[in-house]
């Protein structure tokens, strides 16, 4: 694995960019006249008593100009009230039309939708008992609906269950409080939630074929690699292409599998694409080249 990591893209793919800012400051400087410069003293000392005269009256011309600004700015800050920050009103319990789900609606149909029957018979991606909870969305109305001001608000509640690889989704209905519709289906594979992502993560960090990772992340920070905490985790959901992989990944998209972006945090990215994580079966495996 190190190897293969190393070959692909090298240890570490990026390292940190160093801008460097430079500030410039100019100096104009003013050189008074060479003294007989213009043929005779007399001549000299004349332009010099002119210029003494223009530049005292400049001086008096700025000196009020200054003061007329002072008084400005006085009377300004006495016409400006002072600023107030106000605080954002509170969200209310739920919303109306196609607003946004509140936070309260979110948790309300997740307690709606993971009914006993479904929380009892399925389990997650760390082996628990209950659906993997994946995200709830505002449903979209129905067809006879969309012109509708008073249509009924309703979300969509998604669940993915380890114990069959079956993505579930309940529509719940926010004004009656009822499930509408459950609709399951395998081979549907959304992006993987943050849960999974550390799950994955942890699994390879465990795995030999994770040895690879972890001596990069030791080469980049000086550290032992031992938490998904200590990354920053993204990924993609893989499917099987024929040919392309082990005979370990050929159900890649029924099952749920998942290859992974690893960014060491405050740090560079180490490669693990050829490494891909079933979180079905919780095995890692190398894909072919």
Not at 114 to 140: F, K, T, Y
Request: hydrophobic fraction near 40%; glycine fraction near 10%.
């Amino acid at each position: 694995m190190r190897t293969t990591v190393r070959r692909h893209l090298g240890k570490v793919v990026a390292g940190a960019a160093v801008a460097v800012a430079a500030t410039a400051a100019m100096i104009a400087i003013t050189l008074p006249g060479t003294a007989g410069a213009e043929g005779t003293g007399g001549g000299s000392a004349g332009r010099t008593a002119a210029a003494a005269q223009d530049g005292a009256a400049q001086d008096g011309a700025a000196q009020d100009g200054a003061a007329q600004d002072g008084a400005g700015q006085q009377d300004g800050a006495a016409a400006v009230a002072p600023g107030v920050v106000e605080q954002a009103p509170a969200e209310g319990e739920r919303g109306t039309g196609r607003d946004p789900l509140t936070d309260d609606e979110i948790a309300r149909v997740e307690r709606i939708a993971l009914n006993r029957q479904l929380l009892d018979a399925s389990r997650d991606v760390d082996g628990d008992r209950g659906p993997q909870h994946l995200g709830v969305d505002l449903a979209e109305p129905e067809a006879d609906e969309v012109d509708d001001p008073s249509a009924p608000r309703r979300a969509e509640v998604t669940f993915y269950d380890y114990e069959d690889d079956t993505l579930v989704t309940r529509t719940v209905n926010l004004d009656t409080g009822k499930v509408e519709a459950t609709d399951s289906g395998r081979g549907v594979q959304p992006p993987l939630s943050r849960a999974e992502n550390t799950e994955a993560a942890a699994l390879l960090i465990a795995d030999p074929l994770g040895a690879g990772l972890r001596a990069d992340y030791r080469d980049a920070t000086g550290k032992k690699l031992t938490s998904p905490e200590q990354l920053q985790l993204s990924s993609m959901v893989y499917r099987a292409v024929p040919g392309a992989q082990p005979a370990a990944f050929d159900r890649c998209g029924i099952h749920r599998c998942a290859r992974l972006l690893l960014k060491v945090k405050n740090g560079p990215w180490i490669d693990t694409r050829s490494l891909v994580i079933d979180l079905s079966t919780r095995k890692v495996a190398a894909l072919t080249r």
